[in-house]
């Protein structure tokens, strides 16, 4: 049957996809599963039950949850009452739920547990005409999800027809989701999008790997992002099994014991499974750390485009059978497709997993786009390393003069909720929806990222710098976690860097460096020169004005629960340049002439042209 509303997916798969483990949760040390039917029951259930609450349609209804199979019988539901689902973020603060609450005049809260809850009830006393907060699981404080799905089952004869009836007006064009971007900076937007949007870009992106019916994902990003929720609508609509992690601690032991055959994936998780591979040679000695290196060392000779030839291909065989096959294993022995998304992933990775036999691929795209605008596409061999891929059917895209990336398609939203200005500024008069992202179409075909527009500064000698990528070679080394590069109007680039400080530490036991705490490790002269060295690597292989001439380690490990990154792991930077405000004022109010030396991170550093050769830096050198 032809899906052109969400909840179309579930008709779609009892016709087609019976399984007994359409979904999949875990719960107190174990995993529990429901069929398709059940999943289809206790959907339409759920929308019944939201009808005998009174909501009228295209109300809504929030969801403020980590991920679980429970999270589906309430995205269907919703869709098929004719009722907007608005998904949460369950990290943010209170002042960013109040503000969605109030903007998008929630009606019902779906939350995920009992501290959620805690911390949900002062912030809703105030909404207007609001029902109440429903839990997920089962606590004492107020009624759960399951009651709703109990109330549609009692009233199910009286409200079955009118159910019908909402069913059959629900139009592709209506609004099926409110889902606010995370935003870097100012409030986040609401952003509005249709049935048409969602299902033409999900049915799209389907085409890009050959998996279906008997075979699994894991789903461990946040359902509340366009991103996984598209993902987890194209499982679905392939006939896929999707068994759901609501930690990211659990997400090594749920791939071995769900043995997934896909999953999605950020940059920074991709990196920390890189990082163990490292750390796993690093253990063994001799003749086998000499044979698990030399692995690593050959997969830098994979692309997608250009197979190996035949002396590269006997290389493989014997690595393969030594050392890859064993990463196979680690990851459940059954992964065949990662899809990272959300930032640029360093290419080594791309080629590592490659060359393992796992194809990792890259896509592109916005909430404002449903997401995906471009990915990688395995199944006609379009795969190019560095690139977000080919642009998706039915998606248009262009490049702008200044290089900012357009796209125009079904799959651009209808515009921001409660603020046409906004939508104005965004989508033009032809259509054109303007992304904010600076890119280009290698060989006419393959789109690649450069940066973001607002983000690309100028010095002052009037050279610009693209920050995005200088952070990306910058935390190709091992011992950056994360790096802001900074100097609008400056004569000079700099950088601040928040160090990766378990392997700090190692490196540190290694040296025999003793520190009482990471405000004094971060100006110990022999740690700043290892870091200068770091920089220096990364600076020879930039254009002289993009180098980076000083730069500050700092104490604190950046996340979205400090506040430093957006749930998606973007810099906020506008926050960073007001933290970090006195030390940018004194990076830049010396004289620049003056000689500077690393001798503690209280002096600014200006970086010699040299090339220490730590050992353990060597060993873990992301290269």
């Avoid at 022995?333 to 393992?356: D, E, K, W």
Wanted: a neutral charge; one cysteine or more; proline letters at 5%.
């Amino acid at each position: 049957m032809e899906v052109t509303r969400t909840f179309d997916i579930l008709a779609r798969s009892m016709e087609h996809f019976r399984r007994d483990d359409a979904l999949g949760g875990y719960e107190h040390g174990q995993w529990y599963t429901f069929s398709t039917a059940e999943y289809a029951d206790n959907s339409r259930f759920f929308a019944l039950g939201m009808l005998s609450l009174g909501l009228p349609r295209q109300a809504k209804v929030a969801t403020i949850t980590n991920n679980r199979p429970e999270w589906n019988f309430a995205d269907m539901g919703m869709a098929m009452a004719g009722l907007v689902h608005v998904p949460i973020y369950p990290t943010i603060s209170p002042e960013e739920y109040q503000y969605i609450l109030e903007n998008a005049e929630v009606k019902c809260l779906l939350a995920g547990d009992r501290k959620l809850v805690a911390r949900l009830k002062p912030l809703v006393e105030k909404l207007p005409e609001f029902i109440g907060i429903y839990c997920f699981d089962k606590i004492d404080e107020c009624p759960s999800v399951q009651d709703i799905i109990d109330a549609g089952k009692a009233n199910a004869d009286a409200l079955a027809a009118e159910l019908d009836s909402i069913m059959t007006a629900v139009s592709p064009d209506d609004v099926a989701s409110l889902i606010y971007t995370s935003g870097t900076t100012g409030v986040p937007k609401g952003v509005m999008l249709t049935h048409r949007n969602l299902v033409s870009n999900f049915t799209a992106h389907v085409e890009m790997q050959d998996l279906g019916y008997g075979h699994r994902a894991l789903s461990f990003l946040p359902l509340c992002h366009v991103y996984e929720r598209s993902m987890n609508y194209h499982f679905q609509y392939k006939g896929m099994g999707v068994y759901y992690v609501p930690s990211l601690g659990q997400i090594v032991s749920a791939i071995r014991e769900v043995k997934p055959h896909m999953f999605n994936s950020v940059p920074r998780l991709l990196e920390r499974i890189y990082d163990g591979f490292i750390s796993k040679g690093n253990d063994l000695h001799g003749l086998k750390r000499a044979i698990y290196f030399w692995a690593i060392r050959i997969s830098r000779h994979f692309d997608y485009l250009h197979p190996l030839n035949f002396f590269r291909r006997l290389q493989w065989r014997v690595a393969d059978r030594l050392v890859y096959s064993k990463w196979r294993e680690a990851l459940g022995n059954q992964v065949r497709y990662i899809v990272s998304g959300g930032a640029a992933l360093q290419p080594r990775i791309l080629r590592l997993f490659g060359m393992a036999g796992i194809t990792a691929i890259e896509g592109y795209g916005l909430t404002e786009t449903s997401p995906v605008i471009a990915v990688n596409n395995p199944v006609k061999g379009m795969i190019k390393i560095g690139s977000v891929g080919p642009v998706l059917p039915g998606v248009e895209v262009k490049i702008a003069d200044d290089g900012e990336i357009l796209c125009k398609g079904p799959c651009v939203m209808k515009g921001y909720y409660k603020a046409p200005e906004l939508t104005a500024q965004v989508i033009d008069s032809d259509g054109w929806f303007h992304t904010g992202d600076i890119g280009e179409l290698d060989d006419g075909v393959y789109l690649r990222i450069t940066d973001r527009k607002k983000e690309i500064f100028k010095l002052s000698a009037g050279k610009y710098i693209a920050p995005q990528m200088i952070e990306n070679k910058l935390k190709e080394s091992f011992f950056i976690e994360q790096a802001m590069v900074i100097g609008e109007n400056e004569k000079f680039a700099s950088a601040l860097i928040s160090p990766n400080f378990d392997y700090l530490h190692e490196w540190c036991t290694e040296q025999r460096i003793f520190y009482y705490d990471n405000s004094e490790l971060i100006r110990d002269k022999d740690v700043l020169q290892l870091y200068a060295s770091e920089v220096n690597l990364i600076n020879k292989t930039l254009g002289q004005h993009e180098e980076i001439k000083r730069f500050r380690l700092v104490e604190e490990e950046w996340s979205p629960h400090t506040g430093e990154l957006s749930p998606t792991l973007k810099l906020k930077r506008q926050l960073l340049l007001d933290k970090y405000k006195d030390i940018i004022d004194e990076i830049y109010s010396v004289q620049k002439n003056t000689p500077q030396h690393p001798v503690s991170n209280g002096a600014l550093i200006k970086l010699p042209r040299i090339n220490l050769r730590f050992d353990i830096g060597r060993k873990m050198r992301k290269k």
